[in-house]
């Protein structure tokens, strides 16, 4: 059977829970380090605004699957893709982010993003065929803070810088710097989402915007993730190793006032803020979230016109 042959036949629909059984049997083996879990998929389809979408044989197969999450009226997060190993190379993950790019067209949003493994050609070809344009390289960490961490920590020096919530007129200083170094994105629940004035200034009035400048110049700002009992989620930005240390020594404290939780730290891979972050994995003091760097890929969809995929079809 020829290829074109063997993608006539695969449609595509939403994904329901009596299909997750199916999507386990295999995705699981498709990376080394592991995959999602049933209750990742069953928080995708309880929330609203995310649609999973799956690629099915004739006999129920399901080989194809794909997470579509709308993050606000402007910007959708892609996650989950994955495809059967005995399925690849039939076009399968073409047609899922085509469908999923038509999905944001019909919702009226303009952005379309998601991750990649930084050393994965095949998906970094198939992104630019599609009019997808890489937004940056970035690294993840993590550390567990239970209350004796906490408690050890209270016995060293304090810094002498200090992290105050962000204000108006540090805010007009420090957006623009983002925005001309390139790295204007916040990171919320695993998703690198639009960092304009509007969304600082929502996590200023939330008091999730943290800023620091030192006496030399130099500044860092943290900006707070997605947060819960178990975990504290935050993305640094910064022009030197110290003052990222300023707003990394901050963010752990709120996580220790939280009487311990896992901090999940995201930075550019090019900066100081990478360069420190790596360093102190090399110690042991954190560990890489991911075993590569990440890129971020983003489709304009104000300006790319893929050919329509009707929900549901074949």
């Known amino acids: 059977m020829t290829g074109a042959s063997r993608k006539a036949r695969i449609a595509l629909r939403d994904m329901t829970p009596q299909d997750i059984e199916g999507i ?19 928080e995708w389809l309880a929330d609203p605004c995310s649609v999973v979408r799956v690629a099915v044989m004739p006999d129920g197969l399901m080989v194809g699957v794909q997470h579509y999450q709308r993050l606000d009226p402007y910007q959708c997060w892609l996650s989950g893709l994955r495809v059967h190993p005995d399925h690849r190379g039939e076009g399968i993950a073409t047609r899922l982010l085509k469908d999923a790019i038509e999905i944001a067209r019909h919702d009226g949003l303009k952005v379309l993003r998601y991750a990649t493994e930084a050393v994965h050609e095949a998906i970094h070809y198939l ?24 408690e050890l920590r209270r016995t060293r020096s304090a810094l002498g810088a200090v992290m105050l919530p962000l204000s108006h007129s540090d805010k007009v200083r420090a957006l623009p710097l983002l ?23 929502s996590l200023v ?26 975990g504290l989620e935050a993305t640094l930005y910064g022009t030197d190793a110290a003052s990222v240390q ?16 896992t901090i999940t730290i995201h930075v550019p891979q090019h900066g100081p803020a990478a360069g420190l972050m790596v360093d102190l994995a090399r110690r042991g003091e954190w560990r890489h979230s991911v ?24």
């Open 205 to 230: 009035e939330r008091n999730q915007a943290f800023f620091s400048r030192s006496d030399l110049g130099g500044w860092s700002l943290s900006l707070l993730g997605s947060q819960d009992d178990s």
């Open 246 to 261: 300023t707003a990394l020594e901050h963010v752990t404290q709120i996580a220790c006032e939280s009487e311990g939780t």
């Open 24 to 42: 386990q049997d295999w995705v699981g083996t498709t990376w080394a380090w592991g995959t999602y879990s049933p209750v990742a998929f069953d």
């Open 179 to 201: 925005l001309a170094s390139g790295r204007h994105f916040y990171v919320h629940g695993w998703a690198w989402r639009t960092l304009d004035d509007a969304v600082l200034t």
């Open 127 to 150: 992104s630019e065929t599609i009019a997808l344009e890489p937004r940056g390289t970035w690294l993840s960490f993590e550390r567990s803070m239970d209350a004796a961490t906490c």
């Open 291 to 314: 075993e590569r760097a990440l890129r971020i890929w983003e489709c304009d969809l104000t300006r790319v016109r893929p050919p329509r995929v009707r929900r549901g079809a074949a």
